[in-house]
Protein backbone atom coordinates (compact mmCIF):
# COMPACT_ATOMS: atom_id res chain seq x y z
CA UNK A 1 0.00 0.00 0.00
CA UNK A 2 2.86 2.41 0.59
CA UNK A 3 4.22 1.78 -2.88
CA UNK A 4 0.89 2.81 -4.36
CA UNK A 5 0.21 5.80 -1.61
CA UNK A 6 4.06 7.34 -2.93
CA UNK A 7 4.48 6.22 -6.54
CA UNK A 8 5.49 8.97 -8.51
CA UNK A 9 6.42 11.90 -5.81
CA UNK A 10 9.72 10.79 -5.28
CA UNK A 11 12.48 13.52 -5.32
CA UNK A 12 16.33 13.34 -4.71
CA UNK A 13 17.91 16.53 -4.46
CA UNK A 14 21.72 17.49 -3.24
CA UNK A 15 20.71 20.07 -1.09
CA UNK A 16 18.18 22.62 0.41
CA UNK A 17 18.70 25.64 2.35
CA UNK A 18 16.21 25.06 5.49
CA UNK A 19 13.61 22.84 6.64
CA UNK A 20 11.05 25.04 5.39
CA UNK A 21 12.14 24.72 1.81
CA UNK A 22 12.60 20.85 2.38
CA UNK A 23 8.92 20.64 3.39
CA UNK A 24 8.05 22.82 0.51
CA UNK A 25 9.80 20.90 -1.90
CA UNK A 26 8.24 17.59 -0.66
CA UNK A 27 4.74 18.76 -0.66
CA UNK A 28 4.81 20.43 -4.48
CA UNK A 29 3.32 17.23 -6.46
CA UNK A 30 1.12 16.39 -3.27
CA UNK A 31 -0.37 19.92 -3.68
CA UNK A 32 -0.08 19.51 -7.72
CA UNK A 33 -1.47 16.24 -7.93
CA UNK A 34 -4.77 17.60 -5.51
CA UNK A 35 -3.55 15.19 -2.72
CA UNK A 36 -3.40 18.57 -0.27
CA UNK A 37 -4.05 22.66 -0.44
CA UNK A 38 -1.79 24.89 0.42
CA UNK A 39 -3.08 25.62 3.69
CA UNK A 40 -1.97 22.10 4.78
CA UNK A 41 1.42 22.88 3.55
CA UNK A 42 1.36 25.95 5.45
CA UNK A 43 -0.04 24.25 9.00
CA UNK A 44 2.74 21.73 8.33
CA UNK A 45 5.46 24.35 8.84
CA UNK A 46 3.54 26.83 11.17
CA UNK A 47 2.84 23.97 13.16
CA UNK A 48 7.00 22.43 13.28
CA UNK A 49 7.25 26.32 14.60
CA UNK A 50 5.02 26.01 17.25
CA UNK A 51 5.62 22.62 18.68
CA UNK A 52 8.95 21.69 17.86
CA UNK A 53 10.02 18.71 15.59
CA UNK A 54 7.52 16.46 16.22
CA UNK A 55 7.88 15.40 13.06
CA UNK A 56 11.12 13.83 13.61
CA UNK A 57 10.34 9.81 13.75
CA UNK A 58 14.03 8.65 14.10
CA UNK A 59 17.52 9.72 12.96
CA UNK A 60 18.19 11.22 9.70
CA UNK A 61 14.46 10.80 8.89
CA UNK A 62 11.11 13.29 9.29
CA UNK A 63 7.33 12.94 8.10
CA UNK A 64 6.14 16.22 7.79
CA UNK A 65 2.43 16.11 7.91
CA UNK A 66 -0.71 17.64 10.00
CA UNK A 67 -4.23 17.39 10.80
CA UNK A 68 -6.66 16.59 8.44
CA UNK A 69 -8.74 19.73 8.55
CA UNK A 70 -5.95 21.58 7.73
CA UNK A 71 -6.23 21.08 3.81
CA UNK A 72 -6.00 17.44 3.11
CA UNK A 73 -7.97 16.91 -0.46
CA UNK A 74 -7.02 12.69 0.22
CA UNK A 75 -4.41 10.32 1.54
CA UNK A 76 -0.68 10.15 -0.21
CA UNK A 77 2.77 10.65 0.48
CA UNK A 78 5.86 12.31 -1.29
CA UNK A 79 9.68 10.76 -0.52
CA UNK A 80 12.38 13.13 -0.82
CA UNK A 81 16.26 11.91 0.10
CA UNK A 82 18.63 15.03 0.61
CA UNK A 83 22.42 14.13 0.19
CA UNK A 84 23.22 17.34 2.21
CA UNK A 85 20.86 16.56 5.08
CA UNK A 86 18.84 19.79 7.01
CA UNK A 87 18.33 20.46 11.06
CA UNK A 88 14.69 21.19 11.95
CA UNK A 89 14.58 23.44 14.86
CA UNK A 90 16.18 21.99 18.43
CA UNK A 91 17.48 19.17 16.69
CA UNK A 92 21.48 18.17 16.26
CA UNK A 93 20.89 15.16 13.14
CA UNK A 94 20.26 16.58 9.93
CA UNK A 95 17.63 14.95 8.36
CA UNK A 96 18.15 13.10 4.58
CA UNK A 97 15.08 11.46 3.81
CA UNK A 98 11.80 12.99 4.36
CA UNK A 99 8.68 11.02 3.65
CA UNK A 100 5.94 13.65 3.58
CA UNK A 101 2.21 12.64 4.54
CA UNK A 102 -1.24 14.36 3.54
CA UNK A 103 -3.81 12.62 5.46
CA UNK A 104 -7.22 12.83 4.76
CA UNK A 105 -8.67 11.67 7.71
CA UNK A 106 -7.52 9.98 10.54
CA UNK A 107 -7.71 5.86 9.62
CA UNK A 108 -6.99 5.32 5.76
CA UNK A 109 -3.42 5.97 6.14
CA UNK A 110 -2.61 3.60 8.86
CA UNK A 111 -1.08 0.72 7.25
CA UNK A 112 1.29 2.73 4.99
CA UNK A 113 2.28 4.05 8.64
CA UNK A 114 2.81 0.63 10.00
CA UNK A 115 4.43 -0.33 6.82
CA UNK A 116 6.91 2.57 6.96
CA UNK A 117 7.31 1.99 10.71
CA UNK A 118 8.21 -1.63 9.50
CA UNK A 119 10.82 -0.42 6.88
CA UNK A 120 12.49 2.32 9.24
CA UNK A 121 12.31 0.28 11.97
CA UNK A 122 15.09 -2.24 10.73
CA UNK A 123 18.39 -0.96 10.47
CA UNK A 124 19.45 -2.50 7.16
CA UNK A 125 16.41 -1.42 5.32
CA UNK A 126 17.35 2.25 6.77
CA UNK A 127 21.10 1.96 5.89
CA UNK A 128 19.67 0.59 2.07
CA UNK A 129 17.32 4.34 2.29
CA UNK A 130 20.01 6.11 2.52
CA UNK A 131 22.07 4.85 0.75
CA UNK A 132 19.18 5.12 -2.54
CA UNK A 133 20.34 7.43 -5.53
CA UNK A 134 17.43 6.41 -7.76
CA UNK A 135 12.84 5.96 -7.98
CA UNK A 136 13.47 1.94 -8.70
CA UNK A 137 16.17 1.32 -6.06
CA UNK A 138 13.50 3.14 -3.85
CA UNK A 139 10.36 1.53 -4.98
CA UNK A 140 12.04 -2.13 -4.68
CA UNK A 141 13.26 -0.65 -1.08
CA UNK A 142 9.38 -0.20 -0.12
CA UNK A 143 7.51 -2.66 -1.77
Known amino acids: MLK ?3 ADRIQFVDKVNS ?4 IRLSSRELIAQEFMQESYLEAMIDNIN ?5 IIL ?3 VAMPHTRPENGAIR ?3 SFLKLKEGILFPDTDVPVTLLFTLS ?4 DSHIEAIMKL ?7 ATLERLNQVTNKE ?7
Open 4 to 6: ELI
Open 19 to 22: WEEA
Open 50 to 54: EFGPY
Open 58 to 60: TDG
Open 75 to 77: TGF
Open 103 to 106: AADA
Open 117 to 123: ADILGDD
Open 137 to 143: EFLNIIK
